[in-house]
């Protein structure tokens, strides 16, 4: 451990503060707050914040860091003085400590450099107050020099210890050249003027690329520090972090040109990584300046430019350099996932609208699916039961047939952007009938579907999708997975990327529709939903009132418009006449307006359940499920009825036809 850290620790901070500076600690939360014992005149008694762990920070003069910090600000000396004190105060002997001395040794030779180039400084004062429009203050405050031909940059760390060296040539390549790593100073995390920068930093701080642009913004009053490297490296935001209070803005002020832009992607993505809560901006600067510097030779304050947030400044980038509309359209959706914040993702949508020429509301809605808790909802798709995770669906649509042949003969066909409700009473059938409605769909239209199962749990539906698939009965389909037979691997491949089941509970249809939109966006079926089941209506949330119902049904209209999409809604009948008899719309009616909203009703009976049956109608209607097409768009006349038969040992639905 070296030195510092043990100083750091041996003393009791808060105690030390008392005792040294004499003035009085308050316990307030879970540190102390005090009047700050630094700066002049301090009468707040809750001025400095001192915690427990050897950290203090003073909000008024912004003196912070630890009990050298304290020493050093306090009795106006440097980092290195005040570790010897304390050092001296704890009866450690520096002398034999090997690592201390080393450090010595490298601050006494750059400080060695920096007294040369100061000595040449008059060689370089016309460059610097001319051509950079330095003031004769900021020169000495930042100890630059002229040596051997070169200006002379001494690099200080935020202790303001001179721990390195930049030079700047004048007739030779590279312009800026600086020391190589030492155990005081590592560029990648190294900020050229935190020293001077963290006794202003409030609500801002700016990040800029070279010297002379922190030494310039220096000079305008502005907490400047620069990364002066090909990049802001992550430990430099580390680094600087350290320093800010939760609420301080990081300003970026590439340098205005191409070079300069390209590297705020990197940064976002870096501070999204490290510290995704900071507020981070870019200058926008005006054309005809390239930097800092020349900002202040023109007598410009950079604090009056225009800033704009880091995520719609990458949006711009990323859109700009696009060569397609397809590819802006794309790239946009990706790059929406990315932004966290409602009000900047706005921000982008309303500058894509204006670039696209396209409505506002529109484009909201289309992009508004996205959010932090999205990884969560998906995770309810997935997982189904040992080998069959993430069933999904693929590729395109085909025709809209339901395959079965006496309803297609009926109802011609089904489009995009349709209601189709199937209605039964309960043990009719109908997540059955859905099931392999579903199925069809999927194999031999390769639809996309997704199936809101909220009665039967996933692994259930998902067993009803074997049996029918590899046509067998339910209760063999434990056999097959057991055995990880061929026939379940098939399913699996078959309905890879086309269905994805969501059996959560108490979904509204605006929770149905956020999922659809995640799917769709997060493209986890390699395309567009074409198909939505949702089994069944009554354990949708607030459907039990007529109202809520009937607000559902409309909105359920809505989804399939905007989504284009088919969307089969379930519905369980209202007991009426005859349970077992054929069921009318009538019974649809009372369940808010999922009549009015649909395109198609199915209405689904099992006429072999009626108890009244004789014993030869009992057989001969056993398994047998009708079904009633009462309403459709097109292709019918009358109600007609079609009759399938239910086959236990393949678990499909055949036709039978009426005679
Ligand atoms: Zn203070």
Redesign the pocket.
Known sequence: MDIQNIIIQKIDLPQFIKDYAHVELVRKGNGWRCK?P??EN?VNPE??YVDDRGGYY?F????GGNVINFLSDYEHISYSAATERLASMLNINLKDDAEYQDQKRLEDKFNGYKKRGLAGVDNVKQYLTEKRGFTEETIQTFELGMWDGKMTIPLLDANGRTVGMAVRQFDAKPKYMNSRNNILYDKSEFLFGLDKARRLIKNTVYVVEGYMDAISGYQMGIPTVAYCSNELHRDQIRMLNSYLRRDTTVVICPDNDEAGKKRIPRVRDYFKAISPSRQVRVVLMPDGYKDMNDLLLAGIDAQTLPTEHIDKYVARLIIEACKTIEEEYQRAEEYLKTVKSEMIRLDIIKYLAERWNKDVEDLKKYFNTVGEDSNDILSEASDITGCINDLRKIYSIGGYKTHFQQIDNCIRKVEKKQVVVIGAYSGVGKTDFAIEYMLRAICQDNMRVAFFSLEMPKGKLIERCLAKLIKCSTPEVEGYIASNDTAVQKVIAKLQNRLVVFDGNDYSMGDIQKRIELVNTKNILGGPIDMVFVDYFGYMKGTSEFEGASAAATKMKAVAKENDLIFVMLSQLNRGGNPYGEPNMQQLKLTGDLEASADVIMLLWRPGKDPNLSLEEKDQLENVTRIKIDKTRDGMYGNPVSEYYYNKATSRLEEKYLE
């Open positions: 700050c630094i700066h301090s001025a400095m003073c008024a003069c912004n003196s």
